[in-house]
């Protein structure tokens, strides 16, 4: 069974087909809105970029074999009209980024003048594919396990408990706390301490369970939130709360300590929007002009009328 995966540079993955990416109008015009094939989320366009460095010879190599094809079928006009005159009239590179997983597809377009009048349009593209991404090994890059449990929630069970909780950390830090992991062998049931804007210190429970939260696991967080002082409590579960443990936070709230409790389909939504909150960066995709990414045709079109 293959594991958790992540983005790296590669080939074409097989999720993704041509049609999946942006058409560009001639002269280089605004493209169409592109989206993730495995979360669904708009990407963000970084224009301009240069960390492969293409060349009239990159555009070449897929320019030659197609020409050839099309003239071989009676397609292409007459050989003024194709022959290239070896410079490259306009350039444009783009990078794709999805916020939420990290997926990003790689655009290379060029308009290279042929011998005589016409002038051809070549866009080649490169898509990340997956690897296996360790969520049992606590060293894994949270960056990473963010990403990749916006595409697949459910390695949620799968996780290092460890790990977790320090995802859990990193959420709330960019929701604006000050968030610290408690020392692993003893927490007194406290694996997170948030600190807020008005100094206060919030004790989080994480808990990464298969099966609800019972009445006794929040009666056990209140004991815990007590003897540690702390002004308010925050429950994190990777299942749901069962009607009783809603009913125990909601009287320890009136009585005692407030408790927030958050199930996982509300810390799914706080994780999208933390991602959220951080702009992708294109220099974390791992392309550079050392290792760039492998370009496959996309589209040859003409730019003026045969």
Known sequence: MRGPLCHVPSQRAPIVEPSDLPYYPQLFGAPESVHCPYCGSEVDE???????????EDYKKF?????????????????????????VLEQRSSLFICPLCGWWVALEQAILPALKWQHWCITLFATAVLKELA?????????????????RFEARH??????FEETVASVFRDFGYDSALTTYSRDGGIDVILRDGNDQEIGVQVKRWKKSIQV??????LGALTLGGYAKGIFVSTTKFQRGAIAAAVQCTERHIPIELIDAD?????????????????????????????????????????
Not at 47 to 54: I, L, P, T
Not at 216 to 221: G, K, P, Y
Not at 277 to 286: A, L, R
Request: with cysteine; net charge positive; proline share 8%.
């Open 46 to 56: 970084f224009k301009n970029v240069d960390y492969w460095g293409a060349t009239f």
């Open 216 to 221: 006794e696991q929040i009666r056990s967080f």
């Open 266 to 306: 509300s810390f799914f939504d706080m994780l999208g929007v933390a991602q959220l909150k951080n702009s992708p960066d294109p220099s974390q995709c791992g392309i550079n002009k050392n290792s760039p990414p492998c370009f496959e045709l996309y589209s040859l079109m003409h730019l003026n009328a045969l």
């Open 135 to 151: 969520l049992s090994d606590i060293d894994t890059p949270l960056d990473q396990v963010r990403k990749y449990l916006l595409r």
């Open 63 to 87: 320019y030659t074999p197609t020409m050839r094809d099309w003239i071989r079928a009676g397609m292409a006009p007459g050989k003024f009209h194709t022959r290239l005159d070896g410079s």
């Open 158 to 163: 799968s996780m290092h408990p460890r790990l």
